[in-house]
């Protein structure tokens, strides 16, 4: 509760269950103080951040959008209207996906899932609402998750494609949008599967951990995969608990500090706007997104 308007805004939403009027204004000075203003005050007069949709990582009109979703501004925000319909003006791939490359024919399901994200946070009633929900459930593989090395052969999918287009499926049915929301409500499932299979990170062949950096705590999370990443998408679905989420609950439980806080101990390297936390020091975000999944789980 003495961090920027956006920590206060989720753990008063998230954690004390906060009257809805009192998080009205909370979440209302996210976009005149600290974090929220700072992103909102790097837009262009064209519209968009950086040097356009996807360039560069991470400080381009795609992923300041998608942190400005992840601290919590409120949807109806001018700036960031603007910048979702720039998004959503971005061409057609040949599988009818949205795609910003200039030289790739073929969409990417991860940038996708983020996008569907984005839409259905910042602007649910978009007519491009539909494809961006048809292509990544024209897309799932066989195992239940998503790769977006599909069009060059892959047939496992991927941590970090899955968990992009789950977030993207989850915030979508808090639309309310009727289309296909049975189908989406079923991909989820299956993709929620994929993942309890691997226990979060490891093989369903060896059971040893497919990647050291997917225990790490790391925020923003970009496009990475992690566990405590997976483990608050579960939290936000209200997913039930599930034996094979012990291994996650516990590495995030041993990660705790003696004064019970969580430290940042990672971030994905790129240029950025600026650092709302340290590395290897205590974290804001990481306490109150271990928190929440904790008080779900019945651990504390």
Known sequence: MEGDPSIVYQTQRDLLGTAASKLKATQAQIARYGWGKGFLDKQQANGHWGRGSYRPKWICTHYTLLDLLTIGIEPTNEACQRGIQLLLASKQGIDRG?????????????????????????????????????????RQFADGGWNCMYYQGATHSSF??????????????????????????????????????HKLCRSDKTNTIVDPKMQKLAFPCRWKYDILRALDLFWSTGARYDNRM?????????????DGRWPLQLKHPGQTHFEMERVGKPSRWNTLRALRVLKQYGTS
């Open 246 to 258: 012990t291994d996650a609950i516990d590495s995030l439980l041993q990660k705790r500090l003696p």
């Open 98 to 138: 949205l795609n910003y490359a200039r030289t790739v024919p073929y969409s990417d399901v991860c940038i996708n899932g983020m996008i569907l994200n984005m839409a259905s946070y910042f602007s649910p009633a978009a007519k491009e609402m539909q494809s961006i929900v048809d292509y990544p459930l024209e």
């Open 160 to 197: 970090h494609s899955t968990i992009g287009v789950m977030e993207g499926f989850a915030e979508y049915q808090k639309t309310g949008n009727n289309y296909r929301k049975h189908d989406v409500r079923v991909a989820l499932a299956r993709s929620g599967e994929f993942l309890q299979v």
